[in-house]
Each structure stands twice: as C-alpha cells, then as structure tokens.
C-alpha cells in the first residue's frame, strides 16, 4: 500500500475511510426510507417521517465531522480524556434515575422531542481514555496493576450500563479484549473466553458429560501444542479419553438396569479421574518449572467449576427474557410466536430476498411492519429483503473495509494514542456489526443494539461519526511529522 | 514490539475476515440455499389473519361462571380488494342503511393511501345469523370479510361495577401500554377486567397466507409451519359468592349506597354492591350504553363501595373505644353521664334518651353520644402527650392501624382511601393552638372531618370478628396460572391489642341480641341462633337525610361473615342498614330468610326520590 498518499504530504485525510464512512450513512438513509415506505408516496425528506429527520441527523453529522476535522485540536482529544470520561460516566449513573422505563431499560435522556443516549458517547470518551493511559511509555498489559487499570476503564461503564439494562450496548465493551490482544495481552485470555462461551453453549445444549470431555480434550491439545512432544503419558491419557467418550454408549449397552453397576455413572467416573490427576499435575508442573502445565491445570478447574455452574448461571443469574432469547438461539425451545417471532420474521424478510432481492421499495415483509424495529435494530433485514445476497454482501464488504483500513492506519500510526484509539473505533464497530446482523440472521441472540450508520437514530449516527473522525483527525495529525 | 505487534494485528484482521465470512456464508444459507425463507413467485407477499385468543372466564366462588365469552361477528373490508358492488344487497343482508356503507366507502376512499393493504373494520359485533347470511353471498363483496370476535356474556346479573367492562383501546390506550395493544384490539377498562387484565386477555395469534400476484389468497404458508396459535387467557376465580351477590343487589335496589361482605378468615370480599350500578346487560356493549350511563345523575359508574368516603356516624365509636382501651385512659369500669348529649359552655352534642351513667359495653349496645365525646376527650387530653397536636397524631396513627385514611391495597384498581385529619389539618385551619377538643368534638362520634369507604368499614367489622386482626380485602382467588400478592395472605394487626377487641364484642352483641325495649338500637337485625353482633351510625349528610349505616359479623365465636351496609339519605342505621345487613348474613348463613315480610319491605323500598342527584 505505499501510495503516494502515505508520503506525508501535508495534513491530507485519509479519504477512503471519509468514501466508506459516507457510503454506509447513504444506504441506510436510503434503506430507513424503504422500511418505512408504504403504498403512501412521501418525499425522502419528508420531516414527519424517520427518512427525513435521517437526514438531517445526516447533515448535522457531517457538521460535526468538519468540525473535528477543522476546528479542534486533534490534541485536545488526548488531554481532555479523563474529565470527558468522568463527565459521560456522571451521565450514564444520573440516567438510571431520571429516565423513563423504555421497554424495561432506563437509558435514554429526554429533553422534549430529542432523546439520547449517553451510553453511545460513552464508548467514544471509554476508548479515548483507554487510548491515553495505554500510550503511556511505562504501561505494560501484562503487569497486574496495569491491567487492573484498563480493567476498571473499561468495566466500570459496562457495569453501569449493565445496571440500565442495556445489555447489548454493554457487550460491545467486550470488543475491547481485542485491543488488549493488540497491545501484548496474552492470546490465551482470548482463548480461555472462547472456551468458556463454548462450554456454557455444550452444556446447555449436550450435557455436561460431554462438555467436560471437551474440556479435558482441549486441555490435552493444548499441552501437546505447548510442550510440542507427545508421550507416552498422552497416549495412556488419549486412551483412557476415548475410553470415556464410549463409556455412556457401553454402559447402556451391557449394564442390566438397576444392578450395582448401573449406579456407577460415567460422569462419577470422570470426575473421580479428574481429581486424582489435578494434584499430579500441579506437582507435576512446580517440579519441571513448566508454567504451562500448572497454568492448564487451573483452566481445567476453572472449566470444572463453570461446567457445574452453568445451570445456576443460567436460571439464577440471567434475566427471564434474556435466558428465553438464549433457549431460542441455542434452539433448546421451538417459540416462534413469542421470542422467536422478531428472529423468525427478520429471516423470513431477509431470506425472501434471495440473490438479487426485490428490488428498492418493492419490500413487502419489512414494510408492513412485520419485521419488528424495522428502521433501528433490524435496518439489516430491509436491505437483505430489498437488495438480495448482493447487497447484503455489498454493506458487509463495506464495513470490512472500513474496520480494515482503520486497523491499518492504526498500524501506521507512530503515536500510540493514534493506534490504540484507531484500535478501538475498529472494536467499537465490529462489534456492533456482529451482534446486530448477527441477531437480524439468528446466530446472535436478540439483543438489540443499532448497526452503525445505516440504522435509524441520531444519538447513534452522531456517536459513531464522532468516533471514527476523531480517528481521521489524529491520523491527519499523524502525517504532518513525517 | 513491532513484528509482535504486525502479527497481533495479522491474526485480528485474520479475525475480522472470518466474522464476515461466517456471516456471509449463513446469508447465502437463508437467501440462497434454503427455500424455508423464500416465497417463490416473484410477487408473492403474505396475508397476517390475526387470530384473537378467548378471554379467560370469570368464575365466582363456588365454581359458577360469572362472565364468559359468546362468538359475534366483526365486518373486514380491505378497500384495495373491493370491486364495485350492489351497496343495496349488502346493506340488507348485513342488516344496515345503504347510507352507512356508502359513507364508509367514501371514508376509506379519501383516506386510500394511508390504509394501503390493510383491512378495516367496517361493523362490529354483528350476530351470527347476519354473519350466516352474509356469508352466503360474500362471493358478491370482494374485499369484505367476517371476523370471528368473542364478547362478554354474563349468565347471571352479578357485580356489574365489580367485573368492570371490556371495550375497543383508543390510542391513549394504546400509547400507555406500548407495544402490547393494537388498533381494533380489546381491554378490560375497569374492575376485574381491568384489574387482570393481563391474566384474562391471552396472546393474539395469526395464521399466514399467501397472496398471489392477482391479490388473492392462495394457500397456507409453509402448510401453517410459522403460524402462531392464540393463547387463551387464563381464567379468574373471584371471592365473590354470586348467588349472595346477587341477592345483595336485590336488597339494595332503588337505594343508593352500598354493601360489602368479607369472609374475616380470609379477607376474600363476598359481595361488594354499589348502588345504582351498571347493569350486567349494558357491559358487554357499553360503547353503545356510554352516553346514558354517563348522563345518569346517580353515577352508576361510581363505585361508591371501594371510592365513596362517606363519614362512618356511630360505627366509628368502636375505634375510639378500642383506642381508649388501649392507651389506658378508658377501661371496662368507667361511667359517663349523660343527659341528651354532651355539655360544653353553651353548645352540647346531643343524644337520644337513655338511662345514665353507662360503662362502654352499654354505651356500644345504646350508641350513647356522651359516653364517647367522653372516651376520646380523655384520648386527646392523655397527660402522656405534650400537646393535642401529638395526642392527635398518635389517635392518627391509631385510626390508620384499622386501615382508614388511606387504601387497603385491595385489588381493586380504582379503589380511594378516605379522609382522615391529622393535627396539620387542624393547625392550617384554625391556626397552631387555636383548637382544642370541643373544636373538633364530632371526630368522637365518627362525623366532621373523617371520611371512610364502605370497604373499609366492613374490614372494621371484618378485623373486630377477628379480635383484632384482618386480611386485605380482595375479590381475586389464587388458582392454577393466577397468582395472587403474598400481602393478601397475611394478617394485619391494629396498634390495639386483641386482647381490647373481646371487650367490646359483647357490646355489638347486645346491641343486636339485647331484647327490645331494653334500649339495643338493633334489635330489628336479629336472627335467634346466629348471634349478630352488630353497630348501628345514623351519618349526617349535608345533602338531605341522614345516612343510615349499619356494620356487624356473625356468629360472635366463629364469624364467617361481616358486613357493612351504608344506605345514603335512608336515616336511622336501624331503620334501613341494619335490616338489609341482616338479611344478608341470614341469607349466607341459612341460605334463605325467616323473616319474609321485612325482606318484602327491604326490597320494594325505594328512597330514590330522597336523593339528590348529583348534577
């Protein structure tokens, strides 16, 4: 990519991420008018409806934009981060008391007909925080302190707005594990997250029994990738492993029922075989110094202990119409009509759009409301019903692009602020993308979260425009020194 | 830092492809692969035909159906579809004038873009014999249709105020219960209706079509595979006793006031009557009755018996009695004289005839003003409280313990909490220091500023049965999917004890039991073998005659019922409440009466024409 561009010639912006920024707003400007259009003809900037007001959400978006990239000091950005965090933090606690229940959450600020919601600035002020005391040249993830410290930056917004119930808009915190990755955090930490979500999803889906026997598997794979030798400890153990994985299939089969050892259940088995091997192994790992052993024996606990909690995590810690969504992805329970109704409709719309789709305006799932939130959180299924595979394929290369080229400006960035900022703009965007078209296409739960920059809304159009043009202007500013 | 940095940042882009690949691939799943998803034929669009769900049945407590469900009728007309047609034809057959489906159609005309596809009510609630015919020569009216819709049906006249109406939601409604109603839907608006609402109403289902690219309907999607099913609503079962509901209304019929019987064990409310009410009849239609219940000058929506706060007269001499007990400064041994009434300077309260001094368990059984100016005097002037403001305020707290001055918490949602003066009041309005005792005398004998709901007197005659305690009032039973607030099943404790409460059981028995002659003022609400025990208040009313009130229970060892009858207008509580409470109980207990000619009396009485009508 060494075009002249990246030569540093003075103070130029970074077009391409200006082209795909305004490309997006336009499709979901032109998709909010779709969604919403009926047999009544209006103008597209009708301002009583959502594709008018759109637009103008839409101008003044692109005033803001101008005037971070013009008017403020890309420094200003870096020293005021901790005053804006504190002041957006302020916001996010005072909204739980003074607003008004929406549909179970307390989230959005009123003032007359303009609403908003300081959990979308929050992501901006969160990631400039994290940007600056991350760029500090004496920080290093892998200190405790240090990693506490990015911890707090970023949970305590996230518990905050777990606290309004907006639990979408708090997973999207999550995304920020990625630009701890980036910055030298251990690979494994991803790694053990991964498991842990699979675990949870096997044992609610399989069983427990099985659930643990991937556990120990993994774990197994793990010490073979990490020791690089494979033993003959490994091969009794792969045994024994294979052994079990049958286990359930012999006892059936050759235990009459009700005899002695009918009682004797395969999960007894292999917790007893689990207990006896935790204490070799963490001796085994003090007495050949071998970090890695002693450290999978703890994620073997740790999986015991999540396997078994599990069920209490499930019924006792989530909230009814978040385990009901759960049960309905996870296809635990048929419920088409209730929770599944918004999923099912979404793909019914979605998938009536077949290759090419039905072209503009001829939608007729989304446009008759059966698609719920048609404008906002499923914006999505409009463009799959109206523009097909095509155009679902279009939007989604466009935000690829768009998360791309921000991670490789990042890259560029010889200022650590710059990268790690850029860092979490790509995090904050890809997260959304995933959750929502997850959700509108039944791999995500519903949680409902807007897709940046097609979905209708000003609060959420202004946030993500703030966000990635902050990002223009410290990479502008970048370019001046070479 | 760098290359390790490069390659982190290899393995997260290598990340962000793969989302997007997993996210394509299921894309081409739905849009390309599976054909669940798709509707072949390129015009093709599906038809929702909404299923409404039947409301749950309304059962009393013995298991007889006191609302449920008959089948009408809604006219659908989808104007895109309609071809032109014989308006006359249709006008007879759906039994209406030519003029009102012209208009109709002139209406969804002017207003074409707007309703787009959509179907619109052109008639409710039409009988199924104008839907048989109609449906005969529907193929002559393209784009009209019938809709099965399910209204109220109430088999026996029980309660009309009580189970409240079910009528069409506006767009407040809808607005105030976002996302759960629609145009065209239903709710219950007020009583039980309304009250469960959410128990009764079930969940809507739909059924899917196909339309073909000539607008008509072709098939099931799918062979139904995304439909939804309607979920019936659950039923309620109620407290309420409809057979004594019933003969409740009966007694009360042209008297306006009311009547309420609370099962003491339990708190479950037996009959609740408000008189005049909204007939049963006019309920499940009450669109086309409103105009004229609203016009009524008796207001017969007001259900006086949970919203009126009527001043409770001599009933609410128990209370001061109780508080006296309790507070030390009345015991079962004092004496009071009186000589019709009570004497202070120049003015005096006055009383009937009676011998004199009296103790307080005469003073119940004769109702003797005196005594009890007496009783709460010593209450306000209790040396143990700096001032009257405090001694006041405690007899306040006193009173709110017996659950007056503000709501039960019973499950009726309309439900209001009377008026109950606190030493604020006073001081507002005669200025601190500027009352004493005698200023507001009349609180002793349950008139000036206290204002109670019949409701609310009966959990007094409820909570003395009990000697002390009650449960909340409460018209809903829990039963299998109903579930009821945990607080119904508690019981509530005055702040008297109810050890006090014993003590002034056998003067309510006297009162009723004494013999005539001897100065009982209820003699005339006696059952020989049931044990009444009762109290009479004659209430002054500003607004004409006295209020004539009666509260009492029965038997006195093991109550199973108490009542309160308030008849506005009516005079003395002997006169009118205390034989219609009577009755009552009898009827209850016995299951029929032994006193037919005073039931005649009771239920031919008509003391409408002493009411003013409010205008």
């Known amino acids: ?482 | 830092m760098t290359t390790e940095g490069n390659n982190r940042s290899r393995v997260l882009l290598i990340g962000l492809v793969v989302a997007a690949v997993i996210i394509l691939v299921k894309l081409f799943y739905i849009q390309i692969v599976e054909d669940k998803y798709k509707i072949n034929a390129s015009n093709n669009s599906m038809v929702y035909d909404i299923i409404y769900p039947t409301r749950g049945i309304i059962y009393d407590r013995n298991g007889k159906i006191i609302v449920s469900n008959k089948v009408t009728y809604d006219i659908l007309v989808t104007p895109r579809e309609v071809t032109p047609f014989d308006t006359l034809m249709l006008a007879t057959t759906l039994d209406v004038s030519p003029d009102f489906i012209r208009d109709k159609m002139a209406e969804y005309d002017k207003n074409r873009k707007k309703i787009g596809y959509q179907s619109m009510v052109m008639l409710k609630q039409i009988k199924p014999e104008t839907y048989m015919k109609f449906a005969e020569l529907q193929y002559n009216f393209p784009g009209f249709r019938g809709q099965v819709r399910s209204i109220r049906d109430y088999p026996v006249n029980a309660g009309g105020n009580l189970l409240g109406y079910v009528s069409e939601v506006d767009q407040k409604y809808i607005e105030a219960h976002p996302g759960e109603y629609r145009p065209g839907d239903y709710a219950g608006k007020t009583g039980i209706e309304a009250a469960r609402e959410k128990d009764l109403r079930g969940e809507k289902g739909y059924h899917i079509y196909l339309r073909n690219s000539r607008n008509q309907i072709e098939m099931r999607y799918k062979d139904g595979e995304m439909d939804k099913e309607a979920v019936p609503g659950h039923d309620i079962v109620t407290t309420i006793d409809a057979d004594l509901q019933q003969y409740g209304q009966q007694l009360m019929q042209n008297k306006v006031g009311s009547l309420v019987a609370i099962e003491p064990k339990t708190g479950e409310i037996l009959s609740l009557v408000s008189s005049p009410g909204v007939d049963v009849s006019m309920l499940a239609d009450i669109s086309q009755h409103y105009n004229e219940i609203i016009k009524d000058p008796h207001k017969p929506m007001f259900n006086r018996a949970v919203q009126a706060p009527y001043p409770p007269g001599s009933v609410f001499k128990l209370v001061n009695g109780l508080i006296g007990l309790q507070e030390g400064t009345l015991n079962m041994d004092m004496a009071y004289p009186c000589s019709h009434g009570y004497h202070f300077g120049n003015h005096k309260l006055g009383c009937h005839g009676h011998r004199s001094p009296l103790k307080l368990e005469e003073a119940i059984m004769m109702s003797c003003n005196g005594f009890f100016c007496y009783v709460l005097k010593n209450i306000l002037e209790n040396r143990k409280y700096k001032s009257i403001d405090e001694s006041l305020d405690k007899w306040h707290d006193y009173v709110q313990s017996f659950g007056f001055g503000r709501k039960l918490g019973s499950d009726f949602p309309a439900e209001l909490g009377g008026t109950l003066p606190t030493s604020k009041l006073y001081n507002k309005r005669y200025g601190k220091g500027g009352w004493k005792f005698t200023t507001i005398i009349s609180i002793s004998i349950g008139q000036g500023e206290v204002g109670v709901t019949p409701l609310q007197i009966a959990n007094l005659a409820a909570t003395v049965a009990n000697r002390g305690w009650y449960k909340i009032p409460h018209i809903v039973k829990a039963s299998e999917g109903v579930e009821i607030e945990p607080q119904y099943y508690e019981r509530q404790y005055t702040m008297v004890d109810t050890t006090n409460f014993k003590k002034v059981v056998k003067g309510m028995w006297r009162a009723v039991n004494n013999g005539p002659g001897t100065g009982c003022t209820a003699a005339i609400a006696e059952v020989k073998g049931l044990d009444i025990c009762g109290k009479t208040g004659t209430a002054q009313n500003p607004r004409g005659a006295d209020n004539s009130v009666f509260i009492c229970f029965a038997p006195m060892d093991d109550p199973k019922i108490a009542v309160a009858a308030y008849v506005e207008n009516a005079g003395f509580g002997a006169t009118w409440a205390a034989p219609i409470a009577s009755l009552l109980i009898e009827k209850y207990l016995r299951g029929e009466t032994s006193r037919p000619d005073l039931e005649k009396r009771v239920m031919e009485g008509n003391l409408m024409s002493r009411v003013k009508a409010y205008k």
């Open chain 1, 1 to 482: 990519m060494g075009n002249f561009s990246d030569r540093g010639v003075k103070g130029s912006i970074d077009w391409r991420l200006v082209i795909y920024y305004l490309l997006l707003v336009i499709i979901g400007w032109i998709n909010i008018y779709a969604s919403i259009h009926s047999e009544n003809p209006t103008s597209i900037f009708d301002f009583n409806f959502r594709c008018g007001k759109q637009f103008v959400w839409i101008l003044t978006s692109l005033g803001l934009a101008t005037l971070i990239l013009f008017a403020i000091n890309s420094q200003f950005w870096r020293s005021a981060s901790l005053p804006m965090y504190l002041f957006v933090l302020g916001l996010l606690v005072l909204v739980i008391f003074v607003s008004k229940d929406v549909k179970g959450s307390h989230s959005w600020f009123e003032f007359g007909p303009v609403k908003f919601q300081p959990a979308e600035i929050s992501k901006i002020t969160t990631s400039l925080l994290l940007a600056s005391v991350m760029s500090q040249t004496n920080f290093k993830i892998t200190r405790l302190k240090d990693f506490l410290l990015t911890a707090i930056i970023i949970g305590i917004p996230m518990l905050v707005i777990l606290a309004e119930s907006e639990t979408g808009s708090a997973l999207v915190y999550a995304g920020f594990i990625f630009v701890m990755y980036r910055e030298g955090f251990s690979g494994w930490w991803l790694f053990g997250i991964g498991m842990a979500v699979l675990l949870f999803i096997l044992t609610l889906t399989a069983s427990p029994y099985i659930s643990l026997l991937v556990l120990v598997g993994v774990i197994m794979a793990v010490g073979v990738v990490c020791s690089g030798k494979t033993g003959a400890v490994f091969w009794i153990n792969l045994g024994v492993l294979a052994l079990l994985c049958l286990m359930p299939w012999i006892l059936e089969k050759t235990v009459k029922p009700d005899s002695f050892l009918d009682k004797v259940k395969p999960m007894y088995i292999l917790i007893g075989l689990c207990v006896c091997a935790i204490p070799y192994f963490f001796v085994k790992g003090y007495r050949d110094r071998k970090r890695y052993i002693s450290i999978s024996t703890l994620g073997l606990i740790a999986g015991i202990a999540l396997v078994f909690s599990t069920d209490f995590i499930f019924n006792n810690i989530l909230q009814d119409h978040q385990r009901k969504r759960i049960e309905v992805l996870l296809g635990m329970k048929e419920d088409p009509s209730g929770v599944g109704y918004n999923v099912n409709q979404s793909m019914i719309a979605i998938g009536s759009g077949g290759l090419t789709g039905k072209g503009f305006l001829n939608g007729t799932q989304t446009t008759f409301g059966f698609v719920p939130e048609q404008s906002t959180d499923f914006i999505f299924c409009t463009v799959g019903e109206e523009w097909g595979f095509i155009g679902c394929f279009v939007v989604i290369l466009l935000y690829v692009l768009l998360i791309w080229r921000i991670i490789v400006d990042a890259e560029k960035s010889r200022e650590a602020f710059t990268r790690i900022y850029g860092y979490c703009v790509a995090a904050c965007i890809f997260m959304h993308l995933f959750i929502n078209v997850g959700m509108t296409i039944g791999l995500m739960p519903v949680i409902g979260i807007p897709l940046p920059l097609l979905s209708y809304g000003g609060s959420s159009l202004w946030a993500f425009t703030v966000l990635i043009f902050i990002f223009i202007a410290l990479y502008r500013q970048e370019k001046k020194y070479y």
